[in-house]
């Protein structure tokens, strides 16, 4: 017998009347009555009542038209219950004016299923399942354990172009077999309700591939395979997606897709061991752009610098616009061979003719991912590089080397705390820092020329403001003024001997990053430089 559970997922749905019964029956007819467990809307509708008890004299009446079924036959119903498994009875609906039959389908020893036929279909007397393919309207097919197809209906040999022949297997459908195992296994299990959906490509359709839905119910002896064609949903849920996570603009990824994208790449490459390569680029002067021809023109600008992003498009390298002139190249490549593909692309820019702007550049930041290191950060180092371009002259790469760079920036921002209340000697500790921050990205490999000048310039700012502040302590009275030049002294030889290493070729950015924080900052303007905080106030 067929699990009640299992009648109710096959019939719930569909557009057939059908209703689960228990039968309580007694000596007396007029004592009987039937108890309605479920009734699914079609059936609510057609009985005109969601009672959930009614006596088995009433209960017949509400479906039946008068004159439609005899006497004996209500009076039979004692009978028929306790004999039969199934059971054909014939009559005609209320409100309807089909011929129709009601099937009852014993599910337990008191429970039945309740099916009603309007129509004029052929159905098969005692079997529950063939039942169900004869009322469907969907494609379906009943499954033994070894995968022989025992019947199915005609939608299903149409769908599948089986040329009005029933197949033996599942195996004759041509789903794929990595697909075909699903179901195998799908089948075996023999666990009453599932579903699954598989990518199907049918004979001579010029169509793309189209997505099936395959509803499972089964009873431990058999299983009924539903089939339906969700294609149409599925492309309507694709085109939603594409919509959101793609910018309508210039068809790239848009911000939201690049970063759940850039978690899976860098799951992806921990697991196999590769480099990622993240760098940002900024259309340089883009606000000019907009003001002197307008945003229509700017817009054009940005799709054009979009269209040649895709020319370059190939494995393991992909695209995204997260900003308003903002965009992102993902590399799965190591440094080299990601600079030499972002050299290329820069110089497609730079030699673009863009309608009306003519010609435009791009400052670009480059951040190779760091073990262990968070998607956050290495956003930022490559942000940070791309600004670092941008403060040294744009239409220019500039290469992060490691998180020194974003420490750097965030410990050398300038803080109201550090203000001496001397607004000579806060404006020179201010530009120091400055000073050190521009001396620390101009270690990039393709700053180095510049790095000559920082160094040059930090030191002479340094001797500047030492010389400065001296004098303004010395008008106070500032009683260590003889050890704070002592302390000044020996900076500036640190800083000299800073100089001669790196024409030597010997200064590294931890070396510089440690003089700036630990000697310049934190050792000297917070420590020493507050002990004459109190003289100038």
């Known amino acids: 017998m067929m699990k009640k559970e299992i009648f109710w997922d096959l019939f719930n749905d569909t557009f057939i009347p059908v209703a689960l019964l228990q039968f309580d029956i007694s000596k007396n007819t007029d004592d009987s009555y039937v108890e309605i467990l479920e009734t699914n809307d079609k059936m609510q509708s057609m009985i005109g009542s969601t009672a959930e008890r009614l006596q088995v004299s009433d209960f017949w009446p509400s479906l039946m038209e008068a004159g439609s079924v005899e006497d004996k036959l209500i009076a039979s119903i004692n009978d028929f219950v306790c004999a039969a498994d199934s059971k054909k009875?014939?009559?005609?609906?209320?409100?309807?004016?089909?011929?129709?039959?009601?099937?009852?389908i014993r599910l337990e020893d008191d429970i039945f299923g309740l099916v009603i036929i309007t129509s004029d279909v052929n159905v098969h007397d005692n079997d529950e399942l063939k039942v169900y393919l004869d009322l469907n309207i969907e494609a379906a097919c009943i499954i033994e354990k070894n995968l022989h197809i025992r019947d199915c209906n005609k939608k299903f040999i149409q769908m599948f172009s089986l040329n009005d022949k029933t197949p033996e297997s599942i195996h004759d459908l041509g789903i794929a077999d990595d697909q075909l195992e699903l179901i195998e296994n799908q089948i075996k299990k023999q666990s009453g309700k599932d579903t699954l959906v598989i990518e199907f490509a049918f004979e001579?359709?010029?169509?793309?591939?189209?997505?099936l839905e395959l509803k499972f119910f089964s009873d431990n002896?058999?299983?009924?395979?539903?089939?339906?064609?969700?294609?149409?949903?599925?492309?309507?849920?694709?085109?939603?997606?594409?919509?959101?996570?793609t910018d309508s603009l210039t068809h790239l990824p848009n911000r939201g897709a690049f970063f759940?994208?850039?978690?899976?790449?860098?799951s992806q490459a921990e697991t196999l061991g590769k480099n990622l390569i993240l760098s940002m680029l900024d259309i340089d002067h883009f606000k000019l752009i907009n003001d002197m021809w307008g945003h229509p023109v700017g817009d054009l600008v940005l799709?054009?610098?979009?269209?040649?992003?895709?020319?370059h498009k190939k494995p393991g390298l992909s695209f995204a616009r997260v900003g308003g002139e903002e965009f992102v190249i993902l590399i799965e490549s190591d440094l080299e061979n990601a600079l030499k593909d972002i050299g290329t692309i820069k110089t497609d820019i730079d030699t673009f003719y863009f309608n009306t702007v003519g010609h435009v550049s791009c400052s670009f930041g480059v951040a190779e991912r760091l073990e262990k290191e968070t998607v956050k950060n290495f956003y930022n180092r490559a942000d940070e590089a791309m600004y670092q371009a941008k403060r040294t002259g744009r239409n220019r790469i500039i290469v992060a080397k490691s998180e020194m760079s974003i420490f750097t920036s965030k410990y050398l921002d300038w803080s109201?705390?550090?203000?001496?209340?001397?607004?000579?000697i806060d404006a020179e500790h201010q530009e120091l820092l400055e000073a050190g921050k521009r001396l620390i990205f101009s270690l990039y490999p393709s700053l180095e020329d510049n790095a000559y000048h920082e160094i040059d310039s930090l030191i002479k700012h340094t001797i500047q403001h030492f010389a400065s502040e001296e004098a303004i302590l010395e008008k106070i009275g500032f009683p260590q003024l003889k050890e704070h030049k002592q302390i000044h002294a020996d900076l500036i030889t640190k800083a000299r001997k800073l100089e001669k290493a790196f024409y030597e070729k010997k200064l590294d950015e931890k070396t510089i990053f440690t003089f700036l924080i630990d000697d310049l900052l934190k050792g000297h303007i917070i420590l020493e430089d507050s002990k004459y905080f109190a003289y100038i106030s």
């Open 89 to 104: 009875i014939k009559f005609r609906v209320n409100r309807s004016k089909d011929k129709s039959e009601s099937i009852l």
């Open 204 to 211: 001579n359709d010029s169509e793309e591939n189209r997505f």
């Open 221 to 245: 002896q058999s299983t009924i395979m539903v089939v339906s064609d969700i294609t149409v949903q599925k492309t309507t849920e694709a085109n939603l997606l594409k919509q959101a996570t």
């Open 260 to 266: 759940e994208s850039i978690e899976k790449k860098i």
């Open 303 to 311: 799709e054009q610098l979009a269209s040649i992003l895709l020319s």
């Open 416 to 424: 109201p705390n550090w203000n001496s209340g001397n607004p000579i």
